[in-house]
């Protein structure tokens, strides 16, 4: 099956991205307003809520991969 470990690749990246936002918002020349933005970005990936649940087979999972790199993409804005 393609699609598994191409999921699994995209979880990885994710993890790095979260620790790089991490890492920029420990940074005292980051900006309050992109601060913000990424505690609301790491407290949605570590929060159990999600806008769509992961119990709903396939769907609720990819909100997680599709929604994340977006707010990070902005966040990195």
């Known amino acids: 099956?393609?699609?598994?470990?191409?999921l699994k690749e995209q979880a990885s990246r994710l993890k790095r991205e979260l620790h790089a936002l991490w890492l920029a918002y420990s940074d005292p020349r980051t900006p309050w307003s992109a601060r913000?933005?990424?505690?609301?970005?790491?407290?949605?990936?570590?929060?159990?809520i999600d806008l769509?649940?992961?119990?709903?087979?396939?769907?609720?999972?990819?909100?997680d991969l599709i929604l994340?790199?977006?707010?990070?993409a902005l966040a990195i804005r």
């Open 36 to 48: 913000v933005l990424i505690v609301c970005i790491i407290g949605y990936a570590l929060s159990p």
């Open 1 to 6: 099956m393609k699609l598994l470990p191409t």
């Open 68 to 72: 994340l790199p977006l707010a990070i």
């Open 52 to 63: 769509i649940p992961d119990p709903i087979p396939i769907i609720g999972h990819l909100d």
